[in-house]
């Protein structure tokens, strides 16, 4: 019987202790010569891959063994980048302007290690490229009398792509197109491509998603054929509950934002008589719908997850069943999975059951409400829910019984507020402000912990191969860093003493409510890895969980959908095992589709951010120092609440000096400090729409004024602006 890609791709690494030739690998290997051709086919097709590499004199080697590191190039404005490696345990290799080669952002490409420093970090030069990121490029058409030139809307691709004349699809000078790569930069040419598709004037709402869409990948519409199975579905009929837990009498409820439209999580609780709870997480059955192999569910795992941008969401489902039939709408019998946990008093999980059930929302509340009725305690909407207040002071309860748990176990909760973009009926950006959380976001995010945590917990039991949320221990060279770090607060750590979540919870309460707090969380959250998907059962070091995995989110995530269907197997007590080697290639897709969709969603967010700053050039505000570099610090407003840069080429009055380990910048003769953390007053000098950059002149430091330009005006400290109903995404908790 063959080996698999997998245990073959294993039998070819263990052999190659040292270099060898295609014939040395296929004797020693024993393959017969009736079947070596499609053993050579295998070993290039590996090669391809990266996990080993062909050298000079056509021999194979391991390439960790070589000082060649396998990986995906992130390129910055600038013209320098990093190769992200395919090892997540890996760090990240420097590659100069000059390391490139021929290689482009997001290709993925072999890169020789030629020096590491003490600290860890490592430079290095493209020696291959394996596989380009992209055929294709979205950006603004350039117009000339030879042809014209597409420039990049992103900026880590630092080419500009040749367009011939005939080539250019009659685009309009200034319009965005998307162009194809024909012919790839060398050292001697240019990239070279075609325009294939004209999206019109850059600066129209629907323009901007379709150029967000092009510039990250992002599959916006859907297939016909996948749009035709979407809508051929119904409403669930009696003859669907039966088998079913029938749960259509309890009171349960969805607590969501004010302009969702998927409710994919309902709860209900029931108060025990020995002062626990019992608690129902009911979550849409996405998986009665969507199976495995149908079209649907190849789109749906394509896309990984839905990407929201203020006032549009590119969904991972079509809206018939995200919006529809298994959003948990209210009064109507929807299908679902449930997880029913019960506490004790002190909110210690008991026991967990699983069903597949059918349930009834009897009201669709938003945290607003909820928090009117908890924390305002505002008599219209007590009035309005008179028959659930009850049934949300008992959540509350619960809720802080089970969140004061987490954090006796070391769980991490940084807790800062995110942007929220305010549109107008034209979907430009109205206002800005800072998104509340509330006592109704922190129950639903303790029960969507607490079910994803109590599900993953089962998977691990079951011995059979399941998916987890992971999140890895920080880099040890970042921890020392961070070390040192607390060091200059006087907070010494003994470098023999770990550092663990528990600690770090520690640090955080040691600094809370303090004017160094945000810079202490600032620097601790940089020092943390990226929570991913995977297979193998690490924990989730930032929750303080043992166990922990996404069961909670199927209409917009597809490891929950996996999840899902993995449970479902354990509740039938039936089904196919799954694959252990698809589960993995799933979860790290997920995951790299994951990490794409916050890249455009961050990206969508600083334009926006832009344009609505763009209205404000010559305006002054007040800020705090938000970031430092070697070319300059940011600095976050306090209104609006968003990010600019001021360069240290625009500090006159001395040369500063960057201190790494202090995050600051010191004035060479003067001994004045920028540090993280410092309260500023600057004044908005430009804005750069196409490079997401506001570009910020200092007024004064401290109480000390640095400059006013003549001329300028001096904004008023204003406040707050009234939030107006805000086009936002659900908050992904889990992080």
């Known amino acids: ?42 070993v290039r097709a590996i090669a391809e891959t990266g996990a080993v590499v062909r050298i000079k004199g056509g021999r194979y080697g ?39 080669n021929d290689a482009m952002h997001g290709d993925k490409v072999i890169v020789r290690v030629e020096s590491t420093k003490p600290d860890g970090r490592r430079e290095g030069r493209v020696i291959r490229v394996l596989e380009r990121g992209s055929e294709t490029i979205v950006g603004t058409f350039e117009k000339t009398r030879s042809g014209g030139y597409v420039v990049p809307f992103d900026r880590r691709v630092t080419h500009d792509i040749f367009i011939a004349t005939g080539d250019s699809k009659r685009a309009k000078d200034g319009y965005a197109v998307i162009a194809e790569i024909t012919d790839f930069p060398t050292k001697a040419r240019r990239p070279q491509g075609k325009i294939v598709k004209v999206l019109g004037k850059k600066d129209d709402f629907n323009v901007e998603i379709e150029i967000s869409a092009a510039k990250f990948k992002l599959r916006k519409d859907f297939p016909p054929a996948v749009l035709r199975e979407a809508v051929g579905f119904k409403a669930p009929v009696e003859k669907d509950f039966k088998g079913r837990l029938d749960l259509r009498d309890k009171q349960v409820v969805t607590i969501d934002g004010e302009t969702a439209k998927d409710f994919d999580d309902a709860v209900d609780i029931e108060k025990l008589s020995n002062g626990g709870w019992r608690l129902g997480v009911h979550i849409a059955d996405v998986s009665h719908y969507v199976k495995e192999g149908a079209k649907l569910d190849v789109e749906a795992m394509a896309r990984a997850t839905s990407v929201y941008f203020p006032g549009a969401v590119i969904p991972m489902l079509p809206f018939e069943l995200s919006n529809d039939l298994c959003s948990l709408n209210p009064k109507v019998a929807r299908l679902t999975l449930s997880c029913v946990m019960t506490f004790s008093r002190a909110g210690v999980l008991k026991k967990s059951e699983y069903f597949e059930s059918v349930i009834c929302s009897a009201e669709r509340m938003t945290y607003t409400d909820v928090a009117a009725i908890l924390e305002k305690k505002d008599e219209t909407v007590i009035s309005k829910y ?16 089970i969140r004061r748990q987490r954090q006796k176990g070391g769980a991490i909760d940084f807790d800062l507020p995110e942007p929220e973009i305010i549109l107008d009926v034209t979907g430009r950006p109205e206002s800005i402000i800072l998104a509340e959380r509330n006592v109704a976001h922190r129950i639903i995010e303790e029960f969507m912990l607490a079910a994803n945590s109590s599900v993953a917990h089962m998977l691990e039991n079951s011995d059979l191969p399941a998916m987890y949320r992971v999140h890895d221990a920080p880099d040890p060279v970042k921890l020392e860093a961070f070390r040192e770090f607390l060091g200059t607060f006087g907070m010494r750590l003994k470098s023999s003493e770990k550092i663990t979540s528990k600690k770090m919870q520690g640090i955080l309460a040691h600094f809370a409510g303090k004017p160094e707090e945000k810079l202490v969380t600032h620097v601790l959250l940089r020092s943390m890895k990226q929570a991913r998907y995977s297979i193998d059962n690490i924990g989730h070091f930032g929750l303080a969980f043992d166990h922990y995995t996404h069961f909670t989110s199927p209409i917009r995530r597809y490891p929950d959908l996996v999840v899902h269907r993995l449970l479902k197997k ?9 694959d252990a080697e698809v589960l993995a290639q799933v979860a790290d897709h997920a995951s790299k589709m ?39 610090f940011f600095v976050e407003l306090q209104t609006p609440p968003v990010e600019g840069l001021v360069r240290v080429t625009s500090l006159f009055d001395d040369y500063y000096i960057y201190d790494e380990t ?12 920028f540090r993280l953390g410092d309260s500023v007053r600057v004044l908005v000098e430009n804005v750069l729409l196409e490079r997401r950059q506001i570009e910020l002149l200092l007024v004064t430091a401290g109480k000390k004024t640095v400059r006013r330009p003549a001329g300028r005006k001096k904004a008023p400290k204003t406040g707050r602006p009234q939030r107006k109903g805000s ?4 908050k992904r908790f889990q992080k």
């Open 62 to 100: 391991l390439p960790e063994k070589m000082n060649l590191v396998t990986g995906t190039i992130q390129g910055h404005p600038d013209g320098f980048g990093f190769l992200i490696p395919d090892e997540p345990a890996e760090n990240d290799v420097f590659l100069g302007p000059r390391s490139f």
């Open 570 to 578: 354990r509740i039938r007590k039936k089904g196919k095992t799954p």
């Open 727 to 730: 086009p936002r995404r659900k």
């Open 594 to 632: 994951e990490r794409n969709a916050d890249e455009a969603e961050r990206d969508m967010l600083k334009l926006r951010q832009t344009q609505y700053m763009a209205a404000h050039v010559g305006d002054e505000f007040d800020g705090i120092i938000s970031g430092v570099t070697a070319f300059g």
């Open 662 to 673: 202090r995050h600051a910048l010191t004035g060479e003769r003067s001994g004045k400090v």
């Open 1 to 42: 019987m063959p080996l698999s890609d997998s245990k073959f791709e294993e039998r070819l690494k263990a052999l190659l202790v040292n270099p060898l030739s295609m014939r040395e690998i296929l004797t020693r290997l024993k393959i017969p010569l009736a079947t070596r051709s499609v053993a050579r086919k295998r």
């Open 386 to 401: 008179k028959g659930l207040v009850k049934t949300f002071k008992e959540m509350e309860k619960l809720a802080t019984a």
